[in-house]
């Protein structure tokens, strides 16, 4: 059995709490032009019209909308592709440079390589000089006894 109680604040302040959360899943909010009894009302773009025609508004009933809305809902675990064709994150530097070969545009200066290694450790938060590394644990484990003097020096003290 479900336990449901109504709403404190109405129906009104559910569908403002809901809205937060599909804001820009299917459909901006500001092609929604009104919601009654009759069904929801919103603009959509004829592609098969030029000009001022190609904006229309369309009404359709409740059922039909949530409908035509959770066809564009995607499923647990899916992922919107944002990103395709010349900027796809596989192929975009040979796009670039073929781009930039065909257009005859100087291509971009390599990045010159430091020739001294990166030095990756963190900064210390008093003097601001890096940190030396003595002895790293797991999450959430504490230490059982101080670091071992060889893990400090290097040698092993008797």
């Known amino acids: 059995?479900?336990?449901?109680?109504?709403?404190?604040?109405?129906?009104?302040?559910?569908?403002?709490y809901l809205s937060r959360y599909i804001h820009r899943v299917a459909i901006s909010n500001r092609r929604l032009i009104a919601f009654d009894g009759s069904g929801v009302t919103f603009r959509?773009?004829?592609?098969r019209r030029d000009g001022p025609e190609?904006?229309?508004?369309?009404?359709?009933?409740?059922?039909?909308f949530i409908q035509r809305f959770l066809l564009h809902v995607l499923p647990r675990g899916f992922h919107?592709?944002?990103?395709?064709?010349?900027?796809?994150?596989?192929?975009?530097k040979t796009s670039l440079v073929l781009a930039r070969t065909l257009l005859e545009v100087a291509s971009e200066p390599e990045d010159m390589a430091s020739e001294e290694p990166v030095d990756t450790r963190p900064?210390?938060?008093?003097?601001?000089?890096r940190m030396i590394?003595?002895?790293?644990?797991?999450?959430?484990?504490?230490?059982?006894?101080?670091?071992?003097?060889?893990?400090?020096?290097?040698?092993?003290?008797a």
């Not at 059995?1 to 403002?16: E, T």
């Not at 919107?80 to 975009?92: D, E, Q, V």
């Open 80 to 92: 919107r592709i944002r990103h395709y064709g010349l900027l796809a994150a596989s192929t975009h």
């Open 123 to 129: 900064p210390c938060p008093c003097c601001g000089r």
């Open 54 to 64: 190609r904006q229309r508004v369309m009404t359709l009933n409740t059922d039909a």
């Open 44 to 47: 959509y773009k004829d592609y």
């Open 1 to 16: 059995m479900v336990y449901a109680k109504p709403p404190f604040a109405g129906p009104q302040a559910v569908l403002a």
């Open 133 to 157: 590394i003595i002895e790293g644990f797991e999450r959430w484990c504490r230490p059982r006894a101080p670091p071992s003097m060889m893990a400090t020096t290097g040698k092993i003290l």
